[in-house]
Antibody
Framework: QITLKESGPTLVKPTQTLTLTCTVSGFSLNTPGVGVGWVRQPPGKALEWLALIYWDDDERYSPSLKNRLTVTMDTSKNQVVLTMTNMDPVDTATYYC????????????????????WGQGTLVAVSS | DIVMTQTPLSLSVTPGQSASISCKSSQSLLHSDGKTYFYWYLQKAGQPPQLLIYEVSKRFSGVPDRFSGSGSGTDFTLKVSRVEAEDVGIYFCMQSIQLPLTFGGGTKVEIK
């Protein structure tokens, strides 16, 4: 059974940097084509995609947050880390990580597939 | 960005009846590889989204056959037949053909 679990602070102050870790169990991130995505959901609102990282360290970011996000993968620990700088109260949300995959052939990679499974999510509040 | 527009915002369904949710994308989700990168998720209260349908109409593992997806290009529909109490929650559509990945605003389904 594949499981993902997010961990990190539940409360950060405005202007601080948020660091979240996604630990994957039951599946190796060092598998061709595999990726991990980050999605957040403000209370009572819709889902927003943040970032993706694949097994080959290919990183992709939401253009609207690109300047504030960094995602890294540590295959030896089977973990993915998301950092978001300059946190603001509007960043208060539940942050999820989820497994995905994509097919690459001959130097061409196709779009990422669905997200599944997801972690349970971690609620991060931004407040002074 | 591809905008995903879901309707209705909410739905109240009598158990045993059916429910339909629409999702329209601002661009075609059909890729040159022949796949349509479109998905349906259900988010139950206090839980992460769970995948129901992938590539428009393929039911994910363990999803009851009461759930069916249809559509093509930019117009998609999720139908839940014989709605049960366990089907309540918020349904989201999602596209992955183009970054940024985008989600619909969600449709809240409740039982009458």
């Amino acid at each position: 059974q594949i499981t993902l679990k997010e961990s990190g602070p539940t409360l950060v102050k405005p202007t601080q940097t948020l660091t979240l870790t996604c630990t994957v169990s039951g599946f190796s991130l060092n598998t061709p084509g595999v990726g991990v995505g980050w999605v957040r959901q403000p209370p009572g609102k819709a889902l927003e995609w943040l970032a993706l990282i694949y097994w080959d360290d290919d990183e992709r970011y939401s253009p609207s947050l690109k300047n504030r996000l960094t995602v890294t993968m540590d295959t030896s620990k089977n973990q993915v880390v998301l950092t978001m700088t300059n946190m603001d109260p509007v960043d208060t949300a539940t942050y999820y990580c989820a497994l995905t995959s994509r097919y690459c052939s001959g130097g061409t990679c196709y779009p990422t597939n669905w997200f599944d499974p997801w972690g349970q999510g971690t609620l991060v509040a931004v407040s002074s | 960005d591809i905008v995903m527009t879901q309707t209705p915002l909410s739905l109240s369904v009598t158990p045993g009846q059916s429910a339909s949710i629409s999702c329209k994308s601002s661009q075609s989700l059909l890729h040159s590889d022949g796949k349509t990168y479109f998905y349906w998720y259900l988010q139950k209260a206090g839980q992460p989204p769970q995948l129901l349908i992938y590539e428009v109409s393929k039911r994910f593992s363990g999803v009851p056959d009461r759930f069916s997806g249809s559509g093509s290009g930019t117009d998609f529909t999720l139908k839940v037949s014989r709605v049960e109490a366990e089907d309540v929650g918020i349904y989201f559509c999602m596209q992955s053909i183009q970054l940024p990945l985008t989600f619909g605003g969600g449709t809240k389904v409740e039982i009458k």
